[in-house]
């Protein structure tokens, strides 16, 4: 048997430490609820806890500055798909007790499902990551901003590369180029007039994109141009 062990070690010797670390999940049944009536900004929502609404900042996510107003909305908009007119469970750091300038700072997570928000929007690449206020969950925090930095995910993105060639368009099957071409071609004609929104969001997508929720449905462009944006990520007004 140590003879097995050793044999498994030493085919995959980085195994152990390549875990991420465990997120330390709360007692849930101990911590308070609120409804989110409101997205006040990229990093800031309204809690309706009883009577009362309170004032949240998500600890763990860092202040985006003016030059990443996309950046901003990308965000803000995530945390309306995520939290709003959601029940959340608040779970407070130890080091962030006390409200700060009549605004509180806490995790939260989704009630029924237990989605660890904060650290879903550093994962997704929406925010970068910022110790401040924190004294837990830091280690997880720091490793999935790492990870989105390492995918390219959202704000860590490059500039796209060329489109793969789809299965339709096979090298064997696509025809010759013109080698006299009189006139560019109008990329326009490759634009879907059709693209999908979701209930409370503020952006468009092409069918199938990630950010897509169960309410999305597909609608006209021309329909929603004056009040949607293309998604950075599925690029629908791109050929």
Same mark, same amino acid.
């Given at each position: 048997?140590?003879?097995?062990?050793?044999?498994?070690?030493?085919?995959?010797?980085?195994?152990?430490?390549?875990?991420?670390?465990?997120?330390?999940?709360?007692? *849930?049944?101990?911590?308070?609820?609120? @409804?989110? +009536?409101? #997205?006040?900004?990229?990093?800031?929502?309204?809690? =309706?806890?009883? /009577?009362?609404?309170?004032?949240?900042?998500?600890?763990?996510?860092?202040?985006?500055?003016?030059?990443?107003?996309?950046?901003?909305?990308?965000?803000?908009?995530?945390?309306?798909?995520?939290?709003?007119?959601?029940?959340?469970?608040?779970?407070?750091?130890?080091?962030?007790?006390?409200?700060?300038?009549?605004?509180?700072?806490?995790?939260?997570?989704?009630?029924?499902?237990?989605?660890?928000?904060?650290?879903?929007?550093?994962?997704?690449?929406?925010?970068? *990551?910022?110790?401040?206020?924190?004294? @837990?969950? +830091?280690? #997880?925090?720091?490793?999935?901003?790492?990870?989105? =930095?390492?995918? /390219?995910?959202?704000?860590?993105?490059?500039?796209?590369?060329?489109?793969?060639?789809?299965?339709?368009?096979?090298?064997?099957?696509?025809?010759?180029?013109?080698?006299?071409?009189?006139?560019?071609?109008?990329?326009?004609?490759?634009?879907?007039?059709?693209?999908?929104?979701?209930?409370?969001?503020?952006?468009?997508?092409?069918?199938?994109?990630?950010?897509?929720?169960?309410?999305?449905?597909?609608?006209?462009?021309?329909?929603?141009?004056?009040?949607?944006?293309?998604?950075?990520?599925?690029?629908?007004?791109?050929?």
């Amino acid at each position: 048997m140590l003879c097995c062990a050793i044999v498994a070690l030493a085919a995959n010797p980085t195994a152990p430490t390549d875990q991420p670390p465990a997120l330390q999940r709360p007692d *849930f049944t101990a911590l308070q609820q609120g @409804i989110v +009536t409101r #997205v006040l900004d990229e990093d800031t929502v309204l809690i =309706r806890i009883g /009577e009362k609404h309170e004032r949240y900042d998500l600890l763990g996510l860092a202040p985006l500055t003016q030059r990443e107003s996309a950046a901003k909305a990308d965000l803000a908009d995530a945390l309306r798909r995520i939290m709003l007119n959601e029940t959340v469970l608040i779970q407070h750091d130890p080091g962030a007790q006390t409200a700060h300038a009549n605004r509180h700072h806490a995790y939260f997570y989704r009630h029924p499902d237990h989605l660890p928000i904060n650290l879903e929007l550093i994962r997704q690449g929406y925010a970068r *990551f910022s110790q401040t206020r924190m004294t @837990i969950h +830091t280690a #997880v925090f720091s490793h999935y901003e790492a990870r989105a =930095r390492d995918l /390219e995910r959202g704000i860590w993105s490059s500039s796209p590369p060329e489109p793969p060639i789809s299965p339709d368009q096979s090298p064997r099957t696509a025809p010759d180029p013109d080698p006299n071409p009189t006139t560019d071609p109008d990329p326009e004609q490759a634009i879907p007039e059709r693209v999908f929104v979701t209930k409370y969001g503020t952006k468009y997508h092409r069918e199938g994109c990630t950010h897509l929720t169960p309410s999305a449905r597909p609608v006209q462009r021309d329909e929603i141009d004056a009040t949607h944006k293309p998604c950075k990520t599925c690029k629908p007004d791109t050929p």
